[in-house]
């Protein structure tokens, strides 16, 4: 028994849409798009979660947050995505993402915003496992950021 225990771990290794990944690991969202020239008030929303090797459909929705100094705390938007597939839970991760334009805020007025991204795997209309994050930076190979690569925690529009 001992001797086969190794070959069938590799077997299962080598298994096509096995995740190799830790439990949790790719579980992210970032703000990638902040106010770019040409695109005022908008803030770019990037979420990323991890396959787990099954036949389970991956779901993200998104929302924007903005924080009230006069009451210490994160308030949400009333603007959010709908649930939208993203992908399969054969792959090791899959990325999507969302942007919101918001109106000028009033002028000399600033608006510091964030993302939150809820995630779902599912198995036809059953949920099975539910996440949620809120924006964070610093993450690597995000995708189709403005500049390129970039990843914050939040993101200031002015007027």
């Known amino acids: ?29 970032t703000v990638n798009v902040c106010d770019p020239d040409g695109a005022r008030n908008v803030i770019g929303i990037r979420g990323s979660m991890p396959g787990n090797g099954t036949t389970q459909q991956l779901y993200m929705h998104f929302s924007a947050q ?4 006069g009451r210490k705390r994160w308030v949400a938007t009333g603007s959010a995505s709908k ?10 991760s899959t990325q999507a993402g969302y942007s919101f334009q918001f109106a000028d805020p009033p002028r000399g007025a600033r608006f510091l915003m964030r993302g939150v991204v809820r995630y779902q795997w599912r198995r036809g209309s059953r949920v099975l496992k539910r996440a949620s994050r809120v924006t964070k930076g610093g993450y690597r190979g995000v995708v189709g950021g403005t500049p390129a690569g970039r990843s914050d925690a939040v993101c200031t529009i002015l007027h």
């Open 66 to 69: 903005w924080y009230d100094t």
């Open 83 to 92: 649930w939208m597939r993203v992908g399969s839970a054969r792959f090791r």
């Open 1 to 29: 028994m001992r001797k086969w225990l190794p070959i069938a771990i590799l077997v299962v290794l080598a298994m096509p849409g096995t995740v190799h990944a830790a439990p949790g690991k790719g579980l992210w969202a």
